[in-house]
C-alpha cells in the first residue's frame, strides 16, 4: 500500500505582509526615537533611553529567531516519532496478532 506524501507545505509569507511588518517596525523605532530626542530632559538621559530602545530592539530580534528554532526543531521532532511510528507499524504482521 502506497503511503501518501506527508512532506509539509512550506508556508511563505506574501509580499504585503513583509512590507507591513517593515514599516510598522520602522515607524515604532522612528516615532519613539523623536520621542526620546524631543524630551526636556538632559542628553546623558536621552542617551540612556536610546541605548535601553537599542538593546530592547535587539533582545526582540533574539527571542523571535529563538522562538522560531525552537518551533523549527519541535517540528522536525514530530516528523522523526511520526516515521518511528510508521516503520513500527509497517514492521507488525497482522496476520501474527490473530
Known sequence: MARPNTTPVQ???SG???IQTWLSFAL???VMAIG???LPIDGWQKAFLGMGLLFTIGSTFSLSKTVRDQH???RLTARIDEARVTKLLAE???VALK
Open 11 to 13: 508556508q511563505t509569507h
Open 16 to 18: 504585503a505582509w513583509v
Open 28 to 30: 515604532a523605532v522612528g
Open 36 to 38: 526620546i530626542y524631543h
Open 72 to 74: 523549527e526543531q519541535d
Open 92 to 94: 507488525v504482521d497482522p
